[in-house]
Every structure is written in structure tokens, then in C-alpha cells.
């Protein structure tokens, strides 16, 4: 199950955008269901941000939204307000 949480973050708060964001995913990572995750940055838009994780199934995951809910918050009203669950349909490794 992959997990896409989007921001807008203005340029004058990414470098703490950042710091919270290696806490979130230090949080996550302690939660079971856990595989990877990683914090990007849009190419073409620098404000836009996403959050990205990959689950053994959304149960994990929404059990590890409530855990990681006091260092998400802080974050909150830079987030995009959209769906963030996806079930994976197809996968293919490169070669």
C-alpha cells in the first residue's frame, strides 16, 4: 500500500519542513506494517512537497497515522487536503 501526503510549503519554512519531515518518517518507521518511505520535492513546483511511505496494508498505515499524529501536527495546515491511500493495482521492478 503506497501513502502520498502532499504540502505546499513556502521556501521560508522548508528547511524546518524538512527537520520534521526525517521526524515523521523516523516515527513511521518505528510502526509495524512499515516498509519505506521518503521525503521528496516537486521539480517543477519547489513549494510542493510529498511525503511518501509504502505499507504492508492500510490498516498499518492508518493505525501509524494515530502514533505519528503529535509530530504530523505541527504540519497540518501546509498539508493538501486529498485522499493519501493507495492500493497497489500493478507493480513492476526495472530491470
Known amino acids: 500500500m503506497l501513502a502520498v501526503i ?3 510549503v513556502p521556501e521560508s519554512q522548508s ?3 524538512v527537520k520534521q519531515g ?5 516515527t513511521f518507521a518505528e510502526q509495524p506494517g512499515y516498509q519505506r518511505g521518503r521525503l521528496a520535492r516537486s521539480v517543477d ?3 510542493l512537497w510529498a511525503l511518501i511511505t ?3 496494508g492500510a490498516g498499518f498505515y492508518r493505525r501509524a497515522l ?3 499524529r503529535m509530530v504530523m501536527y505541527p504540519l497540518m495546515i501546509l498539508m493538501v ?3 493519501s491511500a493507495y492500493e497497489d493495482v500493478y507493480t513492476r521492478d526495472g530491470a
Open 54 to 56: 509504502e505499507w504492508e
Open 15 to 17: 528547511q524546518d519542513f
Open 6 to 8: 502532499r504540502y505546499t
Open 22 to 26: 526525517h521526524t515523521i518518517l523516523d
Open 66 to 68: 494515530s502514533a505519528a
Open 81 to 83: 487536503n486529498e485522499p
Open 45 to 47: 513546483e519547489p513549494n
